[in-house]
């Protein structure tokens, strides 16, 4: 099974964190606001929580796990880092990408085998649409920005 991932931040950091995957095997989707502000909200952060949001779905099915999750990514880090190339070294990043690890290792008990793939940004449409989306839902959702908010963003 493939699941396209992608992540996305308003302002990096500080920003706010959206999310989005994708299955086309099985025509689902998800896509969220995971949080606001801070030095925690960057790109990688996003990517990150976009491959939580799809594994926790996965975790959720509980006949029907398929043999092997192949998680698609345009974020080279994040692929790098779930497939033991690469350390995860960034302080901000370390509690999320346990968590997808306790994750990971939870469906290996199950027989599911999880691997990531980094691919072009033109090839995760969807998963990328679906993180724009979440943020400007809740951006327009927003109460109206306060004089000091605007300031900041100026």
Known sequence: MIIFVDG???KNPGGLVGYGWYCPDTKEEGYGVAFQGGDASTNSVSEYTAVAAALIH??????????NILLR???????????GIWRVKHSNLKPIAA???MMIEELEKYGVKVSAEWIPR?????ADSLSHKTIKEALKERRQMT???LEVDE
């Open 122 to 126: 033109e090839q995760n449409k969807i």
């Open 8 to 10: 996305s931040v308003t």
């Open 73 to 83: 990514s345009d974020s080279e880090l994040t692929v790098n880092q779930l497939n």
């Open 99 to 101: 968590l997808v690890h």
């Open 58 to 67: 996965v975790l959720g099915w509980n006949l029907q796990r398929p043999k």
């Open 147 to 149: 004089k000091r908010e």
